[in-house]
């Protein structure tokens, strides 16, 4: 009888279990059969769906989706549904950030805390540090950076060189001056850890770029293989945090040293480095690993960003195919240069680079990703201003390429490049708003934005007085495409010396 009663229990607990969660998925099933979901473009083959189309050719397939369904629409890419919106709806995607989250997204594909054995959280400090330490005092690095700057430049392009592929050298020009920043100008003279700063980003692409195949068989599988590689495999990723590690943790020693030595006298160093070791130790010990993890991703955030631009800017519609901007912006840099009692700029005068600004902030409008900003749905659902709703963990992209030649934002000429588009509009290149997307909008725009911006004028201000800068073809250079991304092109240009006026 007690057996029988014992069974019955089970019997009536495991019943009741069952009903539970059958209950609770069909719940949930009825409350995301409630969404009133953005229209799904139809596609013709199952489990591949819309990836060769996207990827074909993104740009037609973006603007035909765009003007068959309107300004929001879901498409079925290598296995996941991505929601894809326009101008009118951007902003509510990135201005809502409780509801989206840019780096979540970044996580699915790129899960860096991950790689680095790290939580998730490892990167919060990072936008505040660039923000108050970097950008907020730019003063205080933009001497220095003009001094590695030229050293660089000497160091890299001499007399004249060939630059095939310019976004490799320009990696190296840029990396010097950031490194002196992020640890000092003794250690940016150390020309290994120059490398690995210049490359530690590039090195990982070609694992990026892997397209995530496995995801058909399930979305998350492609990440849990990068995760792998990354983790137990040998990468020169790693090779590259070895180095570093190497390189800083004799200076960190040194300066927590003298820290505890000169007590309240101490001078403190101005660079990153020395930003993280004081928030980081504890009674003048500090967990170099930790130290060296923020530095990497400081690296990540800042060298390919800024070089990737500078790059755009001397090879896309630029100068060089554009040599009517050219005359105009180089008599600015004169001008400049002449003026200059000193024998480097200040900020001040950066500022009044306005020609080159513009030349800039155009290059960047026209260069941007066809779709970017991805972002993930944090809610357990959103509902946009126009009432379609998307669920939580739905990838939510912006049409950054349709909004950034959209007539109504940019004026008619929006297809064409023209050089001072934003001259004496009061809208600089670090301005973001709903026009301007490169840097993101909203509580996360880029925070290095201002430093990064800086860096690009300067490096364009010493070449284009340095030298005359040709291209190798006589073809217009055109950027790499590849689906939705855009990366400058590899053909050569040439830098000769030139005399200045
Ligand atoms: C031309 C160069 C650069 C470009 C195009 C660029 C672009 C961006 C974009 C699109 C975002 C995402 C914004 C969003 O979520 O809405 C971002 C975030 C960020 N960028 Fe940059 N960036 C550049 C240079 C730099 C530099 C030099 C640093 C300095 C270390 C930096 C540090 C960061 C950080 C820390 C974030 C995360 C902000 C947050 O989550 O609150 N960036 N950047």
Request: hydrophobic share 40%; glycine share 4%.
């Amino acid at each position: 009888m007690g057996v029988m009663l014992n069974d019955t229990y089970v019997q009536l607990a495991f019943g009741s279990l069952i009903i539970m969660l059958v209950s609770y998925v069909l719940l949930r099933r009825v409350k995301y059969l409630k969404l009133k979901e953005p229209p799904l473009v139809p596609y013709k083959y199952p489990i591949i769906g819309h990836t060769i189309d996207f990827y074909k050719d993104n740009k037609n397939f973006i603007k035909k989706c765009h003007a068959e369904y309107g300004e929001i629409f879901s498409l079925f890419v290598f296995g996941k549904i991505i929601t894809f919106v326009g101008k009118e709806l951007s902003c509510e995607i990135l201005k809502n950030h409780k509801d989206f989250s840019f780096i979540e997204a970044s996580r699915e594909n790129f899960p860096f805390e991950n790689f680095l054995n790290r939580p998730n959280e490892f990167t919060d400090t990072l936008p505040r540090m660039v923000q108050i330490n970097l950008s907020g005092q730019i003063k205080l690095y933009t001497e220095r950076v003009q001094r590695q700057l030229i050293k660089s430049i000497d160091e890299m392009i001499g007399n004249g060189k060939v630059l095939e592929p310019p976004l490799k050298f320009f990696q190296f020009i840029i990396a010097k001056p950031i490194a002196a920043t992020m640890v000092g100008e003794e250690l940016s003279d150390d020309k290994e850890l120059v490398n690995s700063f210049a490359n530690v980003t590039t090195d990982f692409i070609p694992f990026l770029s892997i397209p995530p195949v496995l995801n058909f068989i399930h979305p998350y599988l492609h990440q849990q293989v990068m995760i792998f590689v990354f983790k137990y495999l040998n990468n020169p990723f790693k090779m590259h945090r070895e180095l570093i590690k190497k390189k800083i943790t004799p200076v960190i020693e040194k300066r927590l040293r003298e820290m505890k030595e000169s007590g309240d006298n101490y001078v403190s160093p101005i660079d990153i480095l020395q930003r993280y070791t004081e928030l980081l130790h504890k009674d003048y010990t500090v967990d170099i690993d930790v130290v060296t993890d923020n530095m990497i991703i400081s690296i990540f955030a800042s060298v390919y960003n800024t070089s990737n631009s500078l790059t755009f800017c001397l090879t896309w519609y630029k100068l060089v195919n554009n040599p009517q901007f050219l005359k105009e912006i180089l008599e600015e840099q004169e001008q400049l240069y002449k003026s200059n009692e000193k024998s480097y700029y200040s900020t001040e005068q950066i500022a009044r680079m306005e020609k080159l600004d513009s030349f800039i902030k155009e290059t960047l409008r026209v260069n941007v990703n066809n779709v970017a900003l991805q972002h993930k749905t944090l809610s357990s659902y959103f509902t946009f201003s126009n009432g379609y709703q998307v669920p939580k963990g739905r990838l939510v992209n912006i049409c950054s390429g349709e909004i950034h030649s959209d007539k109504e934002l940019q004026g008619q000429n929006a297809d064409e490049f023209n050089a001072f588009r934003y001259l004496k509009k009061n809208s600089p290149a670090t301005r973001a708003d709903k026009s301007f997307l490169t840097f993101g909008l909203g509580k996360h725009t880029c925070p290095g934005r201002h430093f990064a911006v800086n860096e690009i004028k300067l490096t364009l201000h010493y070449l284009l007085l340095k030298y005359d800068i040709k291209k190798s073809s006589i073809e217009k250079i055109k950027p790499k495409i590849y689906g939705a991304l855009k990366f400058p092109s590899d053909e050569g240009l040439i830098f000769e010396k030139r005399e200045l006026k």
